[in-house]
T-cell receptor, first 112, second 119 residues
Framework: GENVEQHPSTLSVQEGDSAVIKCTYS??????FPWYKQELGKRPQLIID?????GEKKDQRIAVTLNKTAKHFSLHITETQPEDSAVYFC???????????FGTGTRLTIIP | DAGITQSPRHKVTETGTPVTLRCHQT?????MYWYRQDPGHGLRLIHY???????DKGEVSDGYSVSRSKTEDFLLTLESATSSQTSVYFC??????????????????FGPGTRLTVL
C-alpha cells in the first residue's frame, strides 16, 4: 500500500517569512495530493490540492509543487501570518482507490 | 462546513465495555470514512464505506467494526474497548476522491471529531 512521509514534524518561522513542508510517497500510481490544515481543537480542512498532471498550483499565499519522478510534493506558504499556525497534513491517493493515505503532520508555529 | 455530525463528541468509558460512535451526513455523499488521530501518527484509516452495506478495512481495523444501513449514517463500534483505543476519532465523507475530474467532487470533508477516553 501507499506510504507517505512528511517532514519536518515541527517548524517555527518568523512572521512574514516563508514556510516549506515536504512529503514523499511510495506508490508511483498515486495521482492526487491534497493538503489539509488543522487548527487546534478543530477538524482538518482542505487548503489546496494538486493532480499528477500538474507540476505546480498556487492559491494566494499558498502553493504546492509536485515532482512525480522523485515522488515528492511540497507545500509553500509565503508571507506567513499568525493565523497560519496549525498542523498541516499531506496525503496521497491513487484514482480508483478511494482511500487517502496521510502523512504524520507538521506543526507550524508562526512567531510574531 | 459540510453537513457532517458526530455523536457523542466526548466519551469516557471503561476497558471492556462496548462503544458505538455515530457519523451522520446530510450531503448524500457515497463514501464515508472513520479515522483515528494520535500524536505522531497523523490520521489513520480504520474502516471506510463505498455504499450502503458496502464496507472495507483500513490500516488499523483490528478491534473495530462498522455498519452502514443508510446512506447518511456510518457507525463505528468498539466491541470491547481497550486503553489503546483512547484517541480522537474523525468521520469523513466524499462524493468521489478519484473518479471525477471536477474539483468539487474531490474533497474529503471531516466531521468535528469525537474524543474517546478508555480508562
Amino acid at each position: 500500500g501507499e506510504n507517505v512521509e512528511q517532514h519536518p514534524s515541527t517548524l517555527s518561522v518568523q512572521e512574514g517569512d516563508s514556510a516549506v513542508i515536504k512529503c514523499t510517497y511510495s506508490d508511483s500510481a498515486s495521482n492526487y495530493f491534497p493538503w489539509y490544515k488543522q487548527e487546534l481543537g478543530k477538524r482538518p480542512q482542505l487548503i489546496i490540492d494538486i493532480r499528477s498532471n500538474v507540476g505546480e498550483k498556487k492559491d494566494q499565499r499558498i502553493a504546492v509543487t509536485l515532482n512525480k519522478t522523485a515522488k515528492h510534493f511540497s507545500l509553500h506558504i509565503t508571507e506567513t501570518q499568525p493565523e497560519d499556525s496549525a498542523v498541516y497534513f499531506c496525503a496521497a491517493i491513487n484514482f480508483g482507490n478511494e482511500k487517502l493515505t496521510f502523512g504524520t503532520g507538521t506543526r507550524l508555529t508562526i512567531i510574531p | 462546513d459540510a453537513g457532517i455530525t458526530q455523536s457523542p463528541r466526548h466519551k469516557v468509558t471503561e476497558t471492556g465495555t462496548p462503544v458505538t460512535l455515530r457519523c451522520h451526513q446530510t450531503e448524500n455523499h457515497r463514501y464515508m470514512y472513520w479515522y483515528r488521530q494520535d500524536p505522531g501518527h497523523g490520521l489513520r484509516l480504520i474502516h471506510y464505506s463505498y455504499g450502503v452495506k458496502d464496507t472495507d478495512k483500513g490500516e488499523v481495523s483490528d478491534g473495530y467494526s462498522v455498519s452502514r444501513s443508510k446512506t447518511e449514517d456510518f457507525l463505528l463500534t468498539l466491541e470491547s474497548a481497550t486503553s489503546s483505543q483512547t484517541s480522537v476519532y474523525f468521520c469523513a465523507i466524499s462524493e468521489s476522491l478519484g473518479a471525477s475530474q471536477l474539483a468539487d467532487h474531490n474533497e474529503q470533508f471531516f466531521g468535528p471529531g469525537t474524543r474517546l477516553t478508555v480508562l
